[in-house]
């Protein structure tokens, strides 16, 4: 037994272990993992959040930075600046230039009732950032499933308020634009730590089961508004000509009364006039309009006869032209 210890004992390898190497060899495993763990890379799009044991110290930016090594500092980076997408009502497999979507249904998410009693179906898409990394990290175990349960709830409320005619087709702007202001209070107010950046409308439709019913009651009522058009069209057409020809007439039967007001004064003026010199000199006067008379009238005349005062038949005068 004693011969084999000391065979052991003089084998080359047991002289290189020893303790002074092995506590070295210990104190460089330990450097070296402090080194490791003491230096952590932010990226461009990030904010890193930096925990000491557990509980938030500071933020760091972009960049390579330093902190307290095996796990006493540990950094967690957040996208800041990278848009999320969310989809309600569809999903989207593949985006591209022909995009491909999931073939499954999720009427649950998109099959909303309106003001009237009615049903549509809407599916939108909300883009948000994380505009509060620490709040994000710490204030909702789930930010992104309460993004979706608000989303919907806001949607739901907005689309409640209104007729399945506006949602369809000219509210949907107005109610893109109302859920998203909602949607951002409920996220502060519960402090999400997101910000929403557009809601979309993607697709407004009646429910499938209705949908020919609603496209025959939608062309009604284009045909409806067609003929209300086409009245008003004809109406602007022929009111407006019938009130032209109408002060068109006004203005002539004024003119016509205004010349002859003016000519039965003239008339008057003139008699009043011959009055006048008829008083002055009678004989004179009714001799000369005696004869403006016959020059107004013979030349009209087509046949002359010349009557004799103490004869009983008229003596025509033939030929008395040539």
Known sequence: MQDIQELITQQPYT????????????????????????????????????????????QAEPGLHFKLPLGIERAISVPVRKVFKEEFGFRTLR????TQYDTRDYADESLLLTGDLSIADVEWVVQYKIKDPQ???????????????LSES???????????????TVGRIEI??????????????????????TVTLQDVNPPEAVKSAFNAVNEAKQEKE???????????????KA???????ISEAQGYALKRVNEAQGDADRFKAIRSEYQKAKEVTRRRLYLEAMREVLPQVKEIYVIDGNAN??????????
């Open 176 to 197: 893109a634009a109302e859920v998203e202001k909602h949607l951002q209070q409920l996220l502060d107010l519960y402090q999400t730590g997101l910000d929403v950046a």
């Open 154 to 168: 806001v949607m739901s409320r907005v689309v409640g308020d209104r007729t399945v005619t506006e949602v369809l």
């Open 95 to 98: 985006a591209g230039v022909r």
């Open 15 to 58: 002289r290189l272990i020893t303790p002074k190497r092995i506590v070295w060899a210990v104190l460089g495993v330990i450097v070296l993992g402090c080194l490791a763990t003491s230096f952590y890379t932010v990226e461009a799009d990030e904010i890193a959040v930096v925990l000491m044991f557990g509980k938030s110290v500071r």
């Open 135 to 149: 709040m994000f990290l710490f204030s909702v175990r789930n930010p992104q499933r309460a993004l979706r349960d």
């Open 243 to 249: 009130n032209g020809v109408a002060a068109q007439k």
């Open 226 to 240: 067609r003929l209300i058009n086409e009245a008003w069209r004809d109406y602007n057409q022929s009111v407006p």
């Open 313 to 322: 038949a008229p003596i025509p005068l033939l030929q008395l032209k040539e």
